[in-house]
């Protein structure tokens, strides 16, 4: 496992990275904040993450109110701040003053529904970072079965 600032770590024995640490990197505030923790983290390698998907979800009231599932968007956005989170961590030096900001999407597919209750793991996993410009390839689980993938890019600014 690799090491986190300590002013960034959790009191919570489930994460290395709560959420107080997460405000304290992302600029996304409720109801745009889909990372609730951090579970692992590898500097420079992989970052694992949580997004516990409750009813009380605003996007559930219209999507659907008889089966309320997870838009296929904001899966997307829950792996590019994990992936946000990796670059951050990892490269200390070059986000200094910067932050990641998404810079675009491959490769997304969905395979199964993300429902209220489930616990979604989000697994991203550095390919390339060069001239503050980062490939990550992403995975989202439920229960060790995938969902979703995609391959974010992003890039500093």
């Keep these: ?36 923790g951090i579970t692992a983290f590898e500097k420079g390698k992989l970052i694992v993450g949580q997004k516990n998907v409750s009813f009380n979800e605003p996007f559930f009231a219209g999507h659907f109110p008889q089966e309320p599932v997870m838009p296929g968007v904001l899966q997307i956005e829950a792996l590019a701040q994990v992936s946000c989170l990796l670059i951050y961590l990892s490269f200390p030096e070059e986000t200094m003053g910067k932050r990641p900001a998404f810079a675009g999407v491959e490769e997304a597919r969905f395979r199964k529904p993300v429902r209220p209750g489930h616990i979604l793991t989000l697994r991203g996993d550095l390919d390339k970072f060069r ?16 969902v979703a993938e995609a391959i974010i890019k992003a890039s500093l600014v």
């Design 131 to 146: 001239r503050g410009f980062a490939i990550v390839k992403t995975r989202a689980e439920i229960d060790g079965e995938l």
């Design 1 to 36: 496992m690799g090491e986190i600032n300590p002013y960034l770590t959790s009191d919570n024995p489930k994460f290395i990275l709560d959420f107080a640490g997460i405000l304290k990197i992302l600029p996304h505030r409720y109801p745009f904040l889909f990372v609730d």
